[in-house]
């Protein structure tokens, strides 16, 4: 197949992600938080855009837009996410809706294009009612039981409310229907600094990281913070921030080479000045793309809270509250990326895994997956910092056109 350079419109790609950022508008970042003013005005403006690339589409009855092509020949699926994380940055989620709207105006009418490309933005990705439940959605992996489930993690709000205050109550949920693609492609930003640092352009998204997420909880003894003697105190709080440094001792030497682990957030009851924590918890996560990794790991926080409970002073419960697989993109998705890469970015890539979750590690479960990363300046993200130099938007949306041509052409 020659290289040949598509017709893409690195101006019009700037200008509609200027559009979505200006929805919303925050700092020099986004607010759009699932389902607020602000995520609803993004996902109409797409629709907006979807016929001038042949598609079609509406929002189903979890905030999804999946949209079609009634062109003939293979179906490519293409997206990401219009929402954000709280007070955050403009280019997480956008930048994948973006090119693959791109990609649909320039591939879709081109007759010489055996196929199309068919755009979808998923609802909530980042989390704020749970864990990927637009495009798990879309795979048939959510129950109507695990949206009367759903809350805001913000406001508490339930989705169903929420579903109803944005006129989204009763329509139906928008599923696969498999065999219609060939597979499914997704951009994003890097989210941390190997690129830049490095001085290429493109990543090839190997992997996508499984998320193991903890609720580790600390019993011990309320009591007063001035009278208390310290040799019969049991502060959870103290053995809480004791556990803590243990993992950070431990976990290096059972880890794997690109193992990530936070300690998201600390509570501790009542949480008052003058009184010793009768209760403490954390929220503790682990970040990997091989299971074996997290099982050693998992096995270690279970014998580090088998000491910390014989020693008798508080007790401790390591209670696994996710479980998130990790995903391997497809090897062919990943060498049309190579090679559109090294037809138009001078083979600046390379192969990488991803530390963050996203949207394709869930559509990989029904058919094949790639992602393709550009540069972040300073590796930041969620953050209104959070952002891509103009000219690397524009030669991310080059290669992502033309890995899309390349796949739709095998």
């Given at each position: ?38 995520h609803m005005g993004s996902l109409h403006w797409l629709i907006e855009q979807l016929p001038a690339a042949g598609l079609t589409a509406s929002i189903d009855g979890i905030g999804n837009v999946v949209s079609t092509s009634a062109k003939a020949g293979a179906k490519l699926l293409a997206g990401s996410h219009l929402e954000s994380q709280n007070y955050a940055g403009w280019l997480d989620g956008p930048l994948g809706v973006v090119y693959a709207l791109e990609a649909a105006r320039v591939l879709n009418p081109d007759p010489d294009i ?297």
């Open positions: 197949m020659p290289d040949t350079s598509l017709p893409v419109d690195g101006a019009r790609v700037l200008s509609d992600l200027n559009a979505l950022r200006a929805i919303g508008a925050y700092k020099t970042g986004v607010h759009k938080p699932t389902f607020s003013d602000a055996k196929g199309a490309v068919e755009v979808a933005a998923w609802c909530d990705e980042e989390g704020h009612f749970g864990h990927f439940l637009g495009s798990r959605s879309y795979v048939g992996g959510v129950t109507e039981a695990d949206i009367d489930a759903a809350r805001d993690r913000t406001s508490g709000r339930t989705m169903r409310d929420s579903l109803a205050a944005v006129g989204l109550a009763g329509r139906a949920l928008v599923t696969a229907e498999r065999g219609r693609h060939i597979g499914y492609l997704e951009a994003h930003i890097e989210q941390g600094e190997t690129l830049e640092s490095s001085r290429l352009k493109i990543g090839i998204v190997t992997s996508i990281v499984g998320i193991w997420q903890y609720r580790i909880t600390f019993s011990g003894e309320q009591n007063h913070a001035g009278t208390t003697r310290m040799a019969i105190r049991k502060d959870a709080g103290l053995a809480l921030a004791r556990f803590c440094v243990a993992i950070d001792e431990r976990f290096p030497k059972l880890c794997g080479p690109r193992t990530v682990w936070t300690a998201g957030r600390i509570t501790l009851d009542p949480g008052a000045p003058s009184i010793i924590p009768g209760r403490a918890e954390m929220l503790f996560q682990i970040r990997d793309d091989d299971p074996s990794v997290v099982a050693r790991l998992e096995a270690a926080l279970h014998g580090m809270a088998h000491e910390v409970n014989a020693q008798g002073r508080c007790e401790v419960v390591v209670e696994c509250i996710r479980k998130g697989a990790p995903a391997m993109m497809d090897a062919a998705f990943q060498q049309a990326i190579e090679d559109a890469s090294d037809a138009l970015a001078g083979g600046k890539s390379l192969r990488m895994p991803s530390g963050a979750g996203h949207d394709a590690q869930v559509l990989a479960t029904i058919m094949p997956a790639g992602m393709l990363f550009v540069p972040s300046i300073g590796g930041i993200s969620h953050h209104w910092h959070e952002n891509t130099a103009d000219e690397d938007i524009v030669t991310g949306a080059q290669v992502f056109v033309d890995a899309c041509r390349r796949l739709l052409a095998k």
